[in-house]
């Protein structure tokens, strides 16, 4: 249906610089302010979250290098205890061939194999009953060491395993804020293009241009504020 031509005058009075439309500019230009500080002040809360996410990150791996170090030290010591102990246990079996053990050891506390066994650390010596019962010293099946059974667990090391699971997550976390503050720093841009837009139309004295620069002024504006209502807000 054709437009009524009272219609095409009073828009083309709108747009050549009427008051309705110079209020609409100015509108338009106190969303794109406002959004410009709201866009700069979430990407400097995302920087923040960044930074400390990465301290954080660099702190637990820091920890988990420690214990994992400590784990290493756990570890030789059970290596040097064992070794010791196999081989006094051996002495003594070649002295005394009733005491090969059969399932179980019983420590005797006037032997060094003995004396040995009871000094084992606690996380040890369930490791070595276990590998015990298996008949290690009779059976050629059997595991070679304790330390190959599942028994023989190393609370450090696990620690160690999950402060680095732990800085892996927070680096994630890291580079996930930066990139929101980035997208923030895109979204600041876009308003600086509808302040832009929104000035230069309000200056534009012919119709066409006027009406171009104000089209791409809504249209950035739109797409500005889209994009800052789906990115998340950090308080």
Known sequence: MPAEPGDDE???SWMEGGGWFEFTLAVILALAAVGTAWAGFQ?????????????AASAARTESTRQSTEAGQFLTIDVIMFTQWLTALNEEILADPS??????YVPDPDSVSG???????????????????TRPL??????STPFSMPEYQLATLAEAVKEL???????A???????????YVLTA??????????????????RRPRVLLFGLTVLTLTGAVVLLVLYPVQL
Not at 43 to 54: H, L, T
């Open 165 to 171: 699971k732990e800085a892996e997550r927070l680096s």
């Open 173 to 183: 976390k890291a580079r996930q804020s930066n990139q929101r503050s980035d997208n």
């Open 138 to 143: 009779t059976d050629p099946d059997a595991p």
């Open 99 to 104: 005491k090969r053990p059969e399932g179980e």
């Open 43 to 55: 990407s400097q809360k995302w920087g923040g979250v960044q930074a400390n996410s990465f301290a």
């Open 10 to 12: 009073e828009s083309a």
């Open 189 to 206: 841009v876009l308003f600086a293009l509808v302040l832009f837009f929104a000035s230069v139309a309000g200056r534009a004295h012919a």
């Open 115 to 133: 004396l040995l066994f009871t000094r084992f650390r606690s996380e040890f010596k369930p490791a070595v009953n276990a590998w015990l019962k």
